[in-house]
């Protein structure tokens, strides 16, 4: 009896001690990279009404938990710090983190083309031998997950980058990191959170889908999930909350978005829920200038239908125009930019929805962050973006943005950086008149600017160039070799 007695109070006491003691979410954890100049939020749980204290780099902070078991300090601005340092949290228990580096934290999410790790892509064992940067650190939320409502504790670990770990992380946040890590000479945390063949809305806030009127059904769907609601991948909200919110409020500088192919027959609406993700993810992470930077959709001959000519002709040919064209609006967020990525598509290969080519897909993000949000200034964040279109009888004269030192018609071969096309004329460029009909247009470079006409059509009101899914010829770019958004200047 007294042996019984004793074991039950054992186990009352080791109960008591393991629900006292402080925890935290995977994603404070030793190895991370903290973000430099701004609030850095520390937080987890412990027992209601516990102290816990947090120190690091000559700071300390101290909190009490709530009735729920909540904390979180906030450390003030850190700078940026190769030197390896050690957290401590004290409460009940002791837990220090070591290895901890302080510089620029950026989480990669979307889906398959985000997701394609290093391994998958293009010279995969020269760029996985050559990884040796331990100041770039890599945490992968691992697994696909869903949730009715956002969790908190999540999965995964924080690694140092190496030919070990690089492999299995995604190629262009691997790339994007890796020119930030070189041209700011500072740690790079990346964060992966990635679902191949996802949608926007399982990804995007309750609060995100809220701010945009257009989606209050959304909301409201989200908002309605109890605990026996049959939910899916596709579910607003559902990745989000497993697979995003348990990474909040880590501080970060910003995102970037490799997304768009699941949503691909959508225009209009895909502007409102980019919007939604921006928005609610900036909420999220306590940050409204995070930074957010996405990838506009690469060429692809769906059905290889390339090969039986004519392939505009097909059903699906305007597909996917919408859809960059709601990616080239969206722009309109503030602190945002775009890759475009239409000379990506593998040239023997451009039926494979997956460009191997990911090294300029994480360069070109990497441009508009260096551009945009590290100050940059003489970097041409993008290529040519309609600006403008004027009527001159029967031509039409299109202005652009970012045209840089100057147009050209150039050519990209692979992961070679793009080269001006001698004698080369432009294609991928239809222009109409007031009845609608669409002809292969002849354009020509003036200036910094393009003239567009055709003999079939006298009195012309409108262009598009490379408004279809697979304009494999198109070749507008500016002489920093960055290429043309796709785009129109009609409504119809």
């Known amino acids: 009896m007294k042996n019984f007695i004793g074991v039950y109070l054992f186990l009352i006491f080791i109960t008591s001690f393991?629900?006292?003691?402080?925890?935290?979410?995977?994603?404070?954890?030793?190895?991370?990279?903290?973000?430099?100049?701004?609030?850095?939020?520390?937080?987890?749980?412990?027992?209601?009404?516990?102290?816990?204290?947090?120190?690091?780099?000559?700071?300390?902070?101290?909190?009490?938990?709530?009735?729920k078991g909540e904390w979180m300090v906030k450390l003030d601005n850190l700078s940026a710090s190769f030197t390896p340092s050690t957290l401590v949290i004290?409460?009940?228990?002791?837990?220090?983190?070591?290895?901890?580096?302080?510089?620029?934290?950026?989480?990669?999410?979307?889906?398959?083309?985000?997701?394609?790790?290093?391994?998958?892509?293009?010279?995969?064992?020269?760029?996985?031998?050559n990884a040796r940067y331990p100041q770039i650190r890599l945490f992968d939320v691992p697994g696909h997950t869903i949730h009715r409502a956002p969790q908190s504790k999540g999965k995964g670990s924080w690694q140092i980058c190496s030919p070990n770990t690089v492999p299995r992380f995604s190629a262009t946040g691997y790339y994007f990191g890796r020119r930030l890590h070189k041209e700011l000479n500072v740690p790079i945390g990346l964060i992966g959170s990635n679902w191949?063949?996802?949608?926007?809305?399982?990804?995007?806030?309750?609060?995100?889908?809220?701010?945009?009127?257009?989606?209050?059904?959304?909301?409201?769907?989200?908002?309605?999930?109890?605990?026996?609601t049959k939910i899916g991948a596709g579910s607003p909200s559902a990745i989000y909350n497993s697979m995003v919110h348990p990474l909040t409020p880590f501080a970060m500088r910003g995102a970037i978005w490799y997304?768009?192919?699941?949503?691909?027959?959508?225009?209009?609406?895909?502007?409102?829920?980019?919007?939604?993700?921006?928005?609610?993810?900036?909420?999220?992470f306590q940050n409204p200038d995070l930074a957010f930077y996405w990838t506009q959709l690469c060429s692809w001959d769906h059905g290889n239908l390339l090969k039986k000519g004519n392939p505009e002709k097909h059903a699906w040919a305007k597909d996917w125009g919408p859809l960059r064209e709601a990616q080239f609006k969206a722009l309109d967020i503030p602190n945002s930019g775009m890759a475009v990525i239409i000379d990506l598509a593998d040239a023997h290969n451009p039926g494979d929805i997956h460009p191997r080519n990911k090294q300029d897909v994480g360069w070109r993000l990497a441009q508009w962050a260096l551009h945009q949000t590290y100050g940059k200034t003489e970097l041409i964040p993008s290529g040519p973006l309609l600006a403008k279109q004027e009527i001159e009888k029967d031509k039409i004269r299109l202005s652009f943005d970012y045209t840089g030192r100057g147009l050209m018609v150039g050519e990209k071969k692979g992961t070679e950086p793009t080269k001006p096309l001698q004698n080369g004329k432009l294609a991928e460029f239809e222009i109409a008149g007031a009845d609608k009909q669409w002809f292969?247009?002849?354009?020509?470079?003036?200036?910094?600017?393009?003239?567009?006409?055709?003999?079939?059509?006298?009195n012309p009101v409108a262009v598009r160039y490379a408004y279809y899914i697979c304009p494999i010829r198109a070749n507008l770019y500016n002489q920093e070799g960055l290429p043309a958004s796709p785009f129109r200047t009609d409504n119809w």
């Open 90 to 129: 004290q409460g009940t228990n002791e837990i220090k983190l070591e290895n901890i580096l302080v510089g620029e934290v950026w989480i990669c999410s979307g889906q398959s083309n985000m997701e394609w790790s290093v391994s998958r892509c293009a010279n995969p064992q020269q760029e996985i031998a």
């Open 18 to 67: 393991s629900w006292a003691a402080i925890e935290l979410p995977n994603v404070i954890g030793s190895n991370m990279v903290l973000q430099r100049d701004l609030p850095v939020p520390i937080w987890g749980w412990g027992e209601p009404g516990e102290k816990v204290s947090v120190t690091f780099a000559g700071q300390s902070q101290n909190t009490t938990t709530n009735q």
């Open 259 to 284: 997304q768009g192919e699941s949503n691909g027959n959508e225009g209009e609406s895909y502007y409102q829920k980019k919007h939604a993700l921006v928005n609610g993810w900036r909420e999220a």
């Open 196 to 228: 191949g063949g996802t949608r926007i809305e399982p990804w995007t806030t309750i609060d995100g889908f809220k701010s945009v009127p257009e989606l209050s059904s959304l909301a409201e769907q989200a908002a309605s999930y109890k605990p026996d």
């Open 440 to 458: 292969p247009a002849d354009a020509v470079i003036n200036g910094k600017q393009v003239l567009v006409s055709s003999p079939k059509v006298k």
